[in-house]
């Protein structure tokens, strides 16, 4: 059972209850989408109707395993940073949601809170949000300020001193610039861990991500067409710069990849990253025009595919050595029926996946954490078989 292979788990996402006069966000427009009616601002809220019934299923695992200790995720990319920033800018906004944590956590039996804010002090977005091929929502975000860093920690603070032993975990966003707006160095010692997303340091759902590119290097790559550092060890070593100590940095692995649309490729000319990418045009609505390859058919996100997927999908593979990472590539159409020709994948594979563990290991990190478990291997039934959980298992157990 999966549940008696972790140590912690996050449920994700909860979120928080903005003031009137903020700008108005997807649920409020969406009368299925009321969940702040007769809740005050900064109150806990649920965006989904089953998330309660959810709460008790996942907090439930602790009857089959005592040493679990269950998370409650608030925000996520599709939560306003401004909203956090709200929130975070005064005492008295601090309180009433340190309170309702506390109160949900009483309630529901969670055993921390995890702050998933993107990102502090963020630029004003606009982000589509799916729900359907035809039907998209947009999140208005009015972006952060430049006093949101200062405020977080206060926030965490005060958090610290009236959570007691409950658990505080901070989402740790993979790039220099955003970890330092954080004030990461600050955070640490009111922080039990930091989640890093060492994960999407590339994607192909955005209109300027016209080349081929690593989800998750370990290493960075030295090939001059992407023109940068970054990579899992560049962003480890940066908050341990920065005054995180090693053994608060749970890193992130994502079971998925990004594709692009690369038709025609012959011979090993697929083996590499900075290829130009052609506009497939196969996703939904505004992500059309990007250069994300058609979403796989379980995942449903433009420019991605679960391990699953690839795995059921079958292309040809090559292992980047530079990066660790996988690369799977479809000069014909998979017999998944799905998976067009000219598909071409980045992603991270049992191999690979076994050297971030022992990265993990070797730099003394407090552990690893998946995205998502719902993304691993399954039989011909689609029940889990867990291949990546399992070699995470194993190695990390290996001494």
């Keep these: 059972m999966l549940k008696n292979k972790l140590n912690h788990v996050m449920y994700a996402f909860a979120y928080f209850c903005a003031p009137a006069d903020a700008v108005k966000q997807y649920w409020e427009t969406d009368p299925t989408r009321a969940i702040c009616a007769g809740k005050q601002p900064f109150e806990i809220a649920q965006p989904d109707p089953n998330d309660v019934n959810m709460y008790q299923q996942v907090v439930a695992f602790k009857q089959a395993n005592a040493g679990i200790k269950v998370i409650l995720s608030i925000g996520g990319w599709n939560f306003p940073s401004n909203y956090y920033s709200r929130m975070v800018s005064t005492a008295a906004s601090r309180a009433a949601f340190i309170k309702s944590c506390l109160d949900t956590m009483q309630k529901y039996g969670f055993d921390g809170i995890d702050i998933d804010w993107e990102y502090p002090n963020a630029e004003p977005r606009q982000d589509p949000v799916?729900?359907?091929?035809?039907?998209?929502?947009?999140v208005n975000d009015q972006g952060g300020q430049p006093t949101d860093g200062d405020n977080l920690v206060l926030l965490v603070k005060e958090m610290r001193a009236a959570f007691g032993t409950k658990?505080?975990?901070?989402?740790?966003?993979?790039?220099?610039?955003?970890?330092?707006?954080?004030?990461?160095?600050?955070?640490?010692?009111?922080?039990?861990?930091?989640?890093?997303?060492?994960?999407?340091?590339?994607?192909?759902?955005?209109?300027?991500?016209?080349?081929?590119?690593?989800?998750?290097?370990l290493?960075?790559?030295?090939?001059?067409?992407?023109?940068?550092?970054?990579?899992?060890?560049?962003?480890?070593?940066?908050?341990?710069?920065?005054?995180?100590?090693?053994?608060?940095?749970?890193?992130?692995?994502?079971?998925?990849?990004?594709?692009w649309y690369v038709p025609g490729l012959t011979g090993n000319a697929w083996q590499t990253f900075g290829l130009a990418a052609t506009k497939q045009g196969a996703c939904c609505g505004p992500f059309k025009t990007t250069y994300g390859s058609a979403a796989?058919?379980?995942?449903?996100?433009?420019?991605?595919?679960?391990?699953?997927?690839?795995?059921?999908?079958?292309?040809?593979?090559?292992?980047?050595?530079?990066?660790?990472s996988d690369i799977m590539y479809f000069p014909t159409d998979s017999a998944d029926g799905v998976t067009t020709a000219g598909t071409w994948v980045s992603y991270v594979g049992p191999a690979n996946m076994a050297k971030f563990v022992q990265y993990a290991k070797d730099n003394n990190l407090a552990g690893v954490f998946i995205f998502d478990t719902s993304m691993d291997s399954v039989d011909e039934n689609k029940r889990p078989t867990y291949e990546l959980t399992n070699v995470i298992l194993n190695t990390w157990n290996t001494k």
């Design 296 to 324: 796989g058919e379980g995942c449903s996100l433009c420019g991605s595919m679960m391990y699953s997927e690839l795995k059921r999908a079958n292309g040809l593979m090559y292992t980047d050595v530079e990066t660790s």
């Design 130 to 138: 799916q729900f359907t091929c035809d039907s998209f929502q947009t």
């Design 219 to 259: 290493k960075s790559s030295t090939n001059p067409k992407l023109d940068t550092v970054w990579g899992t060890d560049y962003t480890v070593k940066g908050y341990i710069r920065d005054g995180v100590p090693a053994e608060k940095l749970v890193l992130g692995l994502a079971y998925y990849g990004h594709s």
């Design 167 to 217: 658990l505080i975990t901070v989402c740790g966003v993979a790039s220099e610039k955003h970890w330092q707006l954080m004030k990461v160095g600050e955070l640490a010692q009111y922080v039990d861990y930091f989640h890093l997303m060492s994960y999407d340091y590339w994607v192909s759902d955005i209109e300027s991500a016209n080349i081929t590119a690593p989800n998750q290097p």
